[in-house]
Every structure is written in structure tokens, then in C-alpha cells.
């Protein structure tokens, strides 16, 4: 049997006590990892002083994991330099936030080389290797460079922008010819796919044949591959939650009575249309003042990327329109945005979703959102909650029935908020019915075999995602496992190992360089 290696730019590690988000990605890749028995290399999160010439394997388990330091001068040209104030906003379609500097470019491609480097003498002739995202473009190209023949997949869990926008980063054409090193790489949605695909064809010359591209000697599939969560265990948490009335839930829900409650879960990042969406929660306010004092909306929002200045402003951005709009519009005996920087459980969250009567999730850009997923998969099935989505959310091609609206536009989701409250129970059944399906059907293990299948060459359905305004057909939410496979669809290509094992791997002219640094 094959044996699996995943890379990604942060590892977290069971011997060192860190803790992996119970039903996140992380807890699916260790659990592929330990079906197959694999390996998990990456960053250890941590700086020292010299860059390592080696790593140490440990084994947990099934799982061998093998991480590396960074030095503080790659911790900043190449998670927060190149990766986090060029690629993160350029991806998201965000080229006046974009800042590029050759600095971080050179330590990027410097920090790819290195773990190319320490990678592959623990690797062996029959592993399958899985990249994980954005920090990470060029690996392939690094261990083709230095004979890596194995299958290679890669997976994006960000947008990929059409090449009017990638093109504008200064050596788009050779960073974008490095993907050609993969054998499959899998997006988000075939729109990220088509523009994947149309920026190798404009931007390094490459040839396209249905979902396959070609640069330089090497072949490519790229194909959609929504990624899902673990439905049953979050609605078992949500279930568990509410009962258990822990403080969390107590000390949120409380003070609100019988108050309806709005809810916003997100990472404080500009994608996720924080400070647009309080906005429109005011705009809701002031255009129907029937509601004050009947509703409130609970924003959590735990900070990332502190070190990055944009974030920083964020922050003090959401507090200051948080604090606007409260003043203007709160009551001595109700507050109308409460805002919460912090992380919490997995299990108060679960909780918090089950009791708010609107989902609100309405990020500028993003490659999927799965705290779109995490509303619908809470819910109460005989009572549930309505989800207003983003159209710029990945999600939103497979959950039509949401309320979809355009973060753009405030007055649409002041509206879509009323719609959401006033709307009828037969009503959200029925939508939160079709919600269920598809989220149920194209669930985390799904998503996990069916990109696995797919690298390994076995040919397995490519299955499809629902467009828009297009739901899935009915199934009965009650009757639904989780556990549902997609039915058979041919339109899409299959990465099989004959269709690549003719391609030699790139050679050394075709990889990039680093440009000198200044
Ligand atoms: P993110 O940008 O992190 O992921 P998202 O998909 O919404 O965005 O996932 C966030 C996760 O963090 C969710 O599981 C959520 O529950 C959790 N979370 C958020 N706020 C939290 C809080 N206060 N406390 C505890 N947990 C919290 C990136 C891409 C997405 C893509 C995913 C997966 O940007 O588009 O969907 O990867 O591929």
C-alpha cells in the first residue's frame, strides 16, 4: 500500500501537546495519514537562530511527523512577507493590499528549497506526496529539480484570481509554470479551476486539453474539489452543546432573553467583510426600526496575523464601527453588535450557531467558508436558523437555498437580514433540508477519499458541484448518514498514472530562481 505524505506550511504535533481543532482539516489529514500510515512534514511554528540542515522524525502512532524551525528573517520574507501581504491579498482579488517585495520573494522560494531539501531523504520511491496551499507553489518544482519522480498532488484552499489580477505580481509567469510539477492539483470551484487554468495558458504559454495543462515538459489535472466538514460530529457538538448549557452559551445567550440572535464567526481578516457586514447590520437597523431591541448580532471575530499592518488596522477598524453603530443605535438595556475577539471551543461555538436565527457569512472573497457549512450542519432540524452567504464564497456554488447576497452591497444584506428573520418555518425547512443534503453528501471524508482516489490514480466518480440557484434533489435530512457518496459524472478528467508517466520531470531551466534580493 502507498503511503501518504502531506505537507504543509504549519504542522501541529500531538508529542508537543498542541491541540488540532476537533472536526477541522487538520484532525481529516491525520486521519487520512493514519489510514494509509504517513508522513506530515512542515513548520514547526517556531524561529531559531540558524536555518536546519536536517529534521528528526517522531512517530505518533500510525503518523511519522517531521517539522522544521524557520529563522526569523524566513518567518518574515516568507509566511508574512511573500505569502501573507502578497499571495493571501492577491489571491483574494485584493491587488491594492497586495505588497511585493523581491526580499520575500527570495526568502519564499528560499524556504520551498529548503524543505524540498530536507523532504526527500525521508521519502521513498512509492509515497504519494499532498502540498497543502499557498505557501508552498513551487515545492513541486523543487523536488522534480532534484529527481523526485513520485506523484505529487496539490491542493488550493484559497481562490485562484483571473490573470488580469495574478499577472500583476512580478514573476507571476514563473511562479504560476511551477504548478505544472503537480499531477493533480484540486481547487475549490471549477471558476478558481477555469482561472487557474486560463493564467497558465496567458501567463506562461501553457497548453490546455479540457482540465489538463501543460508547461514545459510536464502535464497537469486540475480539477474542483470542495472541501467539506465532519457534518455528524458537528451536529452531534451542536446537539451536546446546547443541552449541556455550558457558560459559553450561557453567558452569550443569557442576556438576550428571548432577543433573536445574528451570528458572525471568522478570523479577523479583511476577506471575511467584517466591518461591511456590521455595517449592514446598522444600515438593517436604521431601515427597520421595528427590530431594535429585538435583535442582536453577536460578531466572533479571534485576531490572526497580528504582525501584518492590515490586520492591525482591522482590528481597530471593527471596534471602531462596532462602537459607532452601538452608539447610535443601542438602548440602555440593549447593545446591538457585540463583538468578541477570541477563539472558542469547537463545542460553544456548535452551540452558538444551533441558537442564532441568522447565520451571517459574508466574506469579500473566499475559497470555500466553512463556517458556512458549520451554520447549516448545527441547526436544529425542526427548527432551524437561516444562512445569508456571500455570492464570493466558494460555498455559494453549492449552497443555493442560502439567502446568496453581494457583501458589496449594504443595502441587500440589510435586507437579506430582514427577509432572514421574517421568513417562515415551512420555508426554512425546506431550504435547510436541501442545505443539509449537500452538505451532508460532499462531507470532509468525501472530499479527503475522493482527492486521494483521484491522485492515486484509482478511477473513482469525479462528482460534481451544484451551481448557484441550483440545488442538489431532496433527500431526506433525517434519513441522511453523513456518509452519502456523489453518483457517477464523467465530465471531469481522472489524474491516472499512465496519462503522466510520460511526462520527464521539469527541467532545471524551467524552475525559478531566486531574484536578488533588494
Ligand atoms: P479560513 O480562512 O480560516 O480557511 P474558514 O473556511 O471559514 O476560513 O475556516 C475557519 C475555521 O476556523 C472554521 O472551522 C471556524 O469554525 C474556525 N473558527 C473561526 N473563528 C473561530 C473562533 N472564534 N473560535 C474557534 N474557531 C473559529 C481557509 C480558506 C477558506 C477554506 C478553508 C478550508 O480561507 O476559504 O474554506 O481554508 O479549505
Given at each position: 500500500m502507498m503511503r501518504l505524505v502531506v505537507v504543509s506550511n504549519r504542522v501541529t504535533m500531538p508529542e508537543r501537546g498542541e491541540k488540532v481543532a476537533a472536526g477541522g482539516l487538520a484532525v481529516a489529514l491525520r486521519s487520512a495519514l493514519e489510514e494509509h500510515g504517513g508522513l506530515w512534514f512542515g513548520w514547526s511554528g517556531a524561529t531559531k537562530a540558524e536555518p536546519a540542515s536536517s529534521v528528526e522524525p517522531i512517530r505518533h502512532g500510525k503518523v511519522t511527523y517531521a517539522v522544521t524551525d524557520l529563522t526569523e528573517a524566513e518567518r518574515q520574507s516568507y509566511y508574512l512577507g511573500f505569502a501573507n501581504r502578497a499571495l493571501w491579498p492577491l489571491m483574494h482579488y485584493r491587488l491594492g493590499l497586495t505588497e511585493f517585495t523581491r526580499t520575500d520573494y527570495a526568502g519564499y522560494l528560499g524556504v520551498n528549497r529548503r524543505f524540498a531539501r530536507l523532504l526527500i531523504p525521508l521519502l521513498k520511491p512509492d509515497d504519494i506526496i499532498w502540498i497543502h496551499d499557498y505557501h508552498l507553489i513551487p515545492l513541486a518544482a523543487e523536488l522534480r529539480r532534484r529527481g523526485v519522480t513520485n506523484r505529487i498532488g496539490y491542493f488550493h484552499h484559497i481562490p485562484w484570481p483571473p490573470a488580469e489580477v495574478f499577472g500583476a505580481l512580478p514573476f507571476s509567469s514563473t511562479l504560476i509554470s511551477t504548478m505544472a510539477a503537480y499531477d493533480l492539483i484540486g481547487m475549490q470551484t471549477p471558476n478558481d479551476v477555469a482561472n487557474l487554468i486560463s493564467g497558465m495558458v496567458a501567463l506562461c504559454g501553457a497548453q490546455r486539453e479540457g482540465n489538463r495543462v501543460r508547461a514545459g515538459q510536464r502535464e497537469a489535472v486540475v480539477q474542483a474539489f470542495p472541501i467539506g466538514i465532519d457534518v455528524e460530529a458537528f451536529r452531534k457538538l451542536a446537539v451536546a452543546s446546547m443541552r449541556a448549557a455550558t457558560q459559553p452559551i450561557r453567558a452569550t445567550t443569557g442576556p438576550l432573553g428571548s432577543r433573536k440572535l445574528v451570528i458572525g464567526v471568522d478570523r479577523l481578516d479583511y476577506s471575511k467583510g467584517i466591518v461591511q457586514r456590521l455595517e449592514a447590520f446598522g444600515t438593517f437597523l436604521r431601515n427597520h426600526p421595528e427590530h431594535r431591541g429585538a435583535v442582536g448580532l453577536l460578531q466572533i471575530a479571534p485576531p490572526s496575523r497580528s504582525d501584518v499592518p492590515e490586520y492591525a488596522e482591522l482590528d481597530r477598524m471593527s471596534d471602531e464601527v462596532a462602537g459607532r453603530l452601538n452608539a447610535a443605535l443601542g438602548e440602555f438595556d440593549w447593545t446591538p453588535i457585540r463583538v468578541v475577539k477570541k477563539a472558542y471551543s469547537r463545542s460553544a461555538l456548535a452551540g452558538l450557531y444551533r441558537r442564532a436565527q441568522v447565520g451571517l457569512v459574508t466574506p469579500m472573497r473566499d475559497g470555500m467558508n466553512l463556517v458556512a457549512k458549520e451554520y447549516v450542519a448545527a441547526q436544529n432540524p425542526e427548527d432551524p436558523g437561516v444562512l445569508i452567504l456571500s455570492r464570493f464564497a466558494g460555498a455559494a456554488q453549492q449552497l443555493?437555498?442560502?439567502?446568496?447576497?453581494?457583501?458589496?452591497d449594504t443595502h441587500e444584506v440589510a435586507e437579506a437580514i430582514r427577509t432572514a428573520l421574517a421568513m417562515p418555518k415551512s420555508e426554512r425547512l425546506r431550504r435547510f433540508e436541501r442545505l443539509y443534503a449537500t452538505i451532508s453528501s460532499t462531507d470532509i471524508e468525501w472530499w479527503t477519499s475522493r482527492y486521494l482516489a483521484a491522485l492515486s490514480g484509482l478511477d473513482i466518480p469525479s462528482g460534481d458541484i451544484v451551481p448557484p440557484g441550483q440545488p442538489k434533489p431532496l433527500r431526506s435530512t433525517r434519513k441522511s448518514s453523513g456518509n452519502a457518496k456523489p453518483t457517477r459524472d464523467n465530465t471531469l478528467p481522472h489524474a491516472s498514472r499512465s496519462a503522466h508517466s510520460k511526462f520527464d520531470p521539469v527541467p532545471a531551466k524551467a524552475l525559478p530562481n531566486a531574484p536578488s534580493a533588494g
Open positions: 443555493g437555498e442560502a439567502l446568496i447576497v453581494n457583501p458589496f
